[in-house]
Structure formats: C-alpha cells, structure tokens
C-alpha cells in the first residue's frame, strides 16, 4: 500500500475553512484515497474517500490532484467538535486483503474560537 | 443498530495473565480487524479477518492470538500480558467492498 505524509498538527479558526494536505507520492492506479477522524479517546470515524474526481458529502469535500500524488480534505465551516485528528490512507477498493487500512500518524487539527 | 461493540470496557491486568477481549458487530460485514493504539500514536493492526474462517497478521501480532467464532464475533486474546501490551484496543467490521470501516468504542487495557 502506498504511504502517506501528513503535517503532524495544524490550527484553524471556528468557522472558517480547514484544509488539511496528504502527499501520496507513490499511489497506485487501483488505490483509493480515504480520510478517517478520531476525537479524543474514541474510535476512528469514516469521513470520505475517492480516486480521481473530488468528492463531497454532507461532512467535508475530497479535492485529489490530476497526477493522484496528493489530495486536500475540506472543512468548509470548522466548529470545535471538529478538533480531531486526522488521518489519510491509501489502499486498493475491494477483496484485497480484507480491506485492512494502514494508520499513519494523521494530522492534529485544533479548532480555536 | 448497536455497530460494532467491544467488552470490557476497562481492564486491568497482571503481568503473566490472560484475557481475551470480545467484539461483536451486528451490521453483516464480512471483514474484522482487532487494532491497537498506544498514547500519542496512531492506531496500529494486530490481526484482521477478512472473511469467517479466516485470519491474517496485522502489523504487530507478536504476543496475541485471534478467534473468529461466527461471522458477527471477532475476539482476541492475549496469553501472558506483558507492560507492553498496556494500551487501548479497538474493534472494526467492514465491508471491503465498499471500503468504510466502522469502529467499536474501545477497550482501555492496562497491565501491570
């Protein structure tokens, strides 16, 4: 599976747009790009996933670049409970190995009033 | 829909005990995945099961063992716990397919 980098922490103003980057230099034509969240001490939640086109839905957009090495999770209106962290995986859709997803060391987002 | 649940909740043990922890999802998914996180890390695979009857080695598997009694069971057991083994451990089902992995609330682990 391809690896992914991400800053280790980055700050956002309530209401306004967080942005949080993922390299994935070494990506695959068949791997897809998945974002999770974890708030303090509970399990990691579902966000969004994609392949080429950029994605939306009622919790944040997918933005993927044209040559697929690096993608951007959108926020559009941060609040405070979206203080998480947040984590970018890359692995193929499907059978293969059972789904399992590889954890990086994801992106520390503080939401500030 | 309860998801995915894990019991216990909380456990403390003693070097040398076992114990297994038990996770139970009721959504039919095929896939489970024992992980665990130490603080300030990300999550980390023991083991996953991509289909019943079936386990695999995680990234760090040295020390545990996995049990997949049914399609909705995943459990996994810890033989002799060691310090190292102090963490919290989280339950996921999923279907592959479709990619999304839902999480149980965890099992916050401590061995003395």
């Known amino acids: 599976d391809a690896k992914t980098t991400q800053p280790p922490s980055m700050d956002c103003a309530e209401g306004r747009a967080a942005n949080l980057p993922c390299n994935h230099s070494t990506i695959s034509g068949n791997e897809y790009v998945y974002w999770y969240r974890q708030i303090h001490s509970q399990g990691p939640q579902y966000i969004i996933h994609g392949l080429k086109n950029n994605e939306t839905n009622e919790m944040a957009s997918l933005i993927i670049t044209e040559d697929r090495k690096s993608s951007t999770l959108i926020l559009p209106h941060a609040t405070l409970r979206d203080t998480a962290v947040y984590y970018c995986?890359?692995?193929?859709?499907?059978?293969?190995?059972?789904?399992?997803?590889?954890f990086g060391q994801g992106t520390e987002l503080s939401v500030k009033p | 829909n309860a998801g995915v649940t894990q019991t216990p909740k909380f456990q403390v043990l003693k070097t040398g005990q076992s114990m297994t922890l038990q996770c139970a999802q009721d959504?039919?998914?095929?896939?489970m995945y024992w992980y665990r996180q130490d603080p300030g890390m990300g999550l980390r695979l023991i083991y996953y099961s991509a289909s019943e009857g079936t386990t695999d080695k995680g990234e760090v598997p040295n020390g545990y063992n996995v049990s997949r009694l049914n399609k909705r069971e995943f459990s996994l057991r810890l033989e002799s716990a060691a310090p190292s083994q102090t963490s919290v451990y989280f339950c996921?089902?999923?279907?592959?397919?479709?990619?999304?992995?839902?999480f149980g609330p965890g099992t916050r682990l401590t061995v003395l």
């Open positions: 959504m039919n998914h095929n896939s």
């Open positions: 995986i890359v692995r193929p859709r499907g059978y293969n190995q059972g789904g399992k997803l590889i």
């Open positions: 996921a089902s999923s279907e592959p397919t479709l990619g999304e992995q839902f």
